[in-house]
């Protein structure tokens, strides 16, 4: 496979933050809007990947609009809290030394769904930030996961770039916006092979890359 650039989603695929996500959310919740059910690691793992308008609707419904926001925008502060504070290793096992070792050879980017400044945490959490040449996300403009993939690939003038993610909806993105994809087995989602147009291959560990790209 000849490709010019890798470009990555995060959770996932780098990494899995839910446990701590989880409790940082229902901690806005009780603080907030008691009413609203908690959440749980394995339901956030249903909603990640969706951009942030969908997973307030998915989980908050119960509230009007103006609620909704108000109470994601919490989630999004104490979440942001709890993972810079937050001392574990969280990666993926080989993440962090994978994407050493790529940086080297091929440029590495990142585009996510997630809130604005997620991703410069998910960089400096893992010490990776000089290894993404540029990244975007649905925070930053409002783009759906397709829109930022092009406007990331148009920006850095990339010709062969193929996306690494976990979830069908990194799998739709990517053929609406003409990338390859690649199936991280290990993360959260599974996808549906019945139409595969634009399917590179899968992997089971991250460090596979290597060898199949």
Request: hydrophobic share 40%; charged share 25%.
């Amino acid at each position: 496979m000849n490709f010019d650039s890798i470009i990555l989603d995060v959770d996932g695929t780098i990494w899995d933050t839910t446990p701590i996500v989880a409790k940082a959310w229902n901690k806005a919740i009780d603080e907030l809007f008691p009413q609203v059910p908690h959440v749980t690691a394995d339901i956030l793992k249903g909603q990640f990947g969706k951009t942030m308008d969908v997973i307030g609707r998915n989980l908050f419904g119960a509230l009007g609009d103006k609620d909704q926001e108000t109470l994601l925008a919490r989630c999004c502060v104490e979440e942001q809290i709890a993972i810079d504070q937050n001392e574990e290793d969280i990666a993926y096992e080989g993440v962090v030394q994978t994407i050493r070792e790529l940086a080297g050879k091929i440029p590495l980017f990142i585009v996510s769904n997630c809130q604005a400044g997620y991703i410069e945490l998910v960089m400096k959490k893992n010490g990776i930030t000089e290894f993404i040449t540029d990244f975007e996300c649905f925070g930053n403009n409002g783009l759906t996961k397709d829109q930022n993939i092009k406007l990331l690939v148009e920006r850095n003038n990339l010709k062969a770039p193929v996306y690494v993610g976990d979830t069908q909806g990194d799998f739709d993105a990517c053929k609406l916006a003409g990338v390859p994809f690649v199936w991280a087995e290990y993360g959260f989602g599974k996808i549906d092979l019945a139409d595969n147009a634009g399917f590179a291959g899968s992997i089971k560990t991250f460090p596979e890359l290597v060898k199949i790209l």
